[in-house]
């Protein structure tokens, strides 16, 4: 069974220039979250999906951020305008449910900018 | 709201030495308590779950325990190996959310 895949695995950018990443959860997952990991910090959970519907974004920067899921498999997350302080790894995980559900995490696309 | 607090950052310790990496959690539902660990360049992995059912928890000569009247986990192994250097998180889990504990970096030296 494949696992958790993103793309691309790095990232650099200019203050100001946009980005996306890509995630493709583990076939069967209907939870799919992103999260953000500064470095040398514990990740912190961005948004999460189940299927298509976005249940928590509480955590999302919304003037700069964005993130969709639209046949509720697949899921971008895109960063519009990005600053220095976006630096970070960005993590995408997938699951069964939530709650008491073991999460499947990719490798992370680590994004620097400059 | 659901919070975890994990307050060894960093722990060395010698090989064969005894670990233990204590988290305390707050709660007004009925969590499940897991331990992730992540090594460098890779996405967290589940290492341990715990329920309010079963207490207890182990795997890899690792256990994990927690205590609902302290309402606290830990997470503890008899004696480390270098190739258990990396960071442990202790995660939170309860219905519609999740919340990371700020890992303990642990290095195990030969």
């Known amino acids: 069974e494949a696992g958790v895949t993103q793309s691309p695995r790095y990232a650099v950018l200019q203050e100001g220039q946009a980005v996306s990443f890509w995630c493709d959860p583990i076939?069967?997952?209907?939870?799919l979250y992103w999260y953000q990991q500064p470095r040398d910090q514990g990740p912190q959970l961005l948004v999460y999906?189940?299927?298509?519907?976005?249940?928590?974004n509480s955590q999302l920067p919304s003037d700069r951020f964005s993130a969709v899921r639209p046949k509720g498999t697949n899921s971008t997350l895109k960063i519009q305008s990005a600053k220095q302080g976006d630096t970070a790894t960005y993590l995408c995980?997938?699951?069964?449910?939530?709650?008491?559900?073991?999460?499947?995490f990719g490798p992370g696309t680590r994004l620097t900018v400059l | 709201g659901n919070s975890v607090t994990q307050m060894q950052g960093q722990v060395t310790l010698s090989e064969e030495e005894f670990l233990f990496i204590n988290c305390t959690y707050s709660?007004?539902?009925?969590?499940?308590l897991f331990w992730y660990v992540q090594y460098p360049g890779e996405g967290p992995q589940l290492l341990l779950k715990?329920?309010?059912?079963?207490n207890k928890g182990s795997s890899r000569g690792f256990e994990a325990t927690y205590d609902k009247g302290t309402t606290s986990f830990h997470l503890q192994k008899a004696s480390v190996q270098e190739s258990d250097s990396a960071v442990y998180y202790c995660?939170?889990?309860?219905?519609?959310?999740?919340?990371f504990g700020t890992g303990t970096r642990l290095q195990v030296l030969p």
């Open positions: 995980a997938s699951s069964l449910g939530t709650g008491g559900y073991e999460q499947y």
């Open positions: 076939s069967g997952h209907d939870t």
């Open positions: 999906f189940r299927d298509e519907a976005v249940i928590d």
């Open positions: 709660t007004t539902g009925y969590p499940t």
């Open positions: 715990v329920t309010t059912a079963n």
């Open positions: 995660v939170l889990g309860d219905t519609n959310k999740v919340v």
